[in-house]
């Protein structure tokens, strides 16, 4: 009868531990914040596949639920700093070093933009959408070892949060938590709006932009690479003539581009074209969208940026 007794109040124990772990990621506070920003959390899951759950998770942990000083005098929920190629507004306050400067947005829904952006856009981050947008577990690992956060519980915080709050729910299903009006803002639209050159980085790939009197050898030398480096990051060869204005990459160009799903072939562009446009390398579009290297492409064709 004892051993009954103790199994019971073990089991008690541990049940009102779990609810208690449970209970320090849920408050009102959390709940409204949940209920606010879980619908843009969804919109950019179908945009830039990245889970709204982690999305949602990384706002709340951030932003302490949007009641941040960060957040409160600077819209950022998800504290990510100017970094050289920010050109907006800013924010200082010390963080791991004293008076650091963070992004300022003019809204929430801006914070979020950038976000998804600041994760879709940089090469460091590409390891991220070989996972499916249901697995949070890899996805919160995954960020911590892109060098996201360096909390070293950074993972078992955003898992914990989403697992308090259900928040998995909103990528398993996330057809359910839109209304009409919102799904109409959800249908894949091909905008053909390709990455800008930044900093020297298109995509988060290396590249430079040609200028009047470059050739290959002189900007080979300059990026400390070999002409046939040259050729291979930008899949060509010797036969290609270089034009003032176009961007030739230094470091070898992605597997996929995550920001947009298709490109829609415009005139006069080629598979080449296009793949250097994403910073794809041919290799990945051919094999994507099934066709050969000289393949015909037909205007307002539909090409597959990733899958």
Known sequence: MKRIILLLVSFFQIANLSAADNSKYQSAETNAYIQKYHKIAIRHMKKYRIPASITLAQGILESGSGRSALALAANNHFGIKCKNEWKGKTYYKSDNKSNE????????????????????????????????????????????????????????????????????????????????????????????????????????VKCVVVAKGNTLYSLAKSAGVSVKDLYDYNDTDKSHVLAVGEVLFIREKNDFYATSQYHSVESGETLWSISQKYAITMK??????????NASLKLGQKLLLHK
């Open 284 to 293: 990945s579009l051919m094999k994507m969208n099934n066709l050969k290297k």
């Open 101 to 204: 400067c963070f992004r300022k947005y003019d809204s929430v829904e801006e914070s979020y933009e950038d976000h998804a952006l600041f994760i879709a856009e940089r090469k460091v981050y590409a390891p991220l959408f070989k996972y499916k947008v249901t697995d949070y577990k890899k996805w919160a690992k995954g960020l911590k070892q892109c060098g996201y956060a360096t909390n070293p519980k950074y993972p078992s915080l955003l898992i914990d949060v989403i697992k308090a709050n259900k928040l998995y729910l909103y990528d398993q299903n996330p057809d359910k938590y839109l209304n009409a009006d919102d799904e109409e803002n959800t249908v894949e639209v091909v905008t053909n709006n390709p990455p800008k050159v930044v900093n020297g980085t298109l995509a988060g």
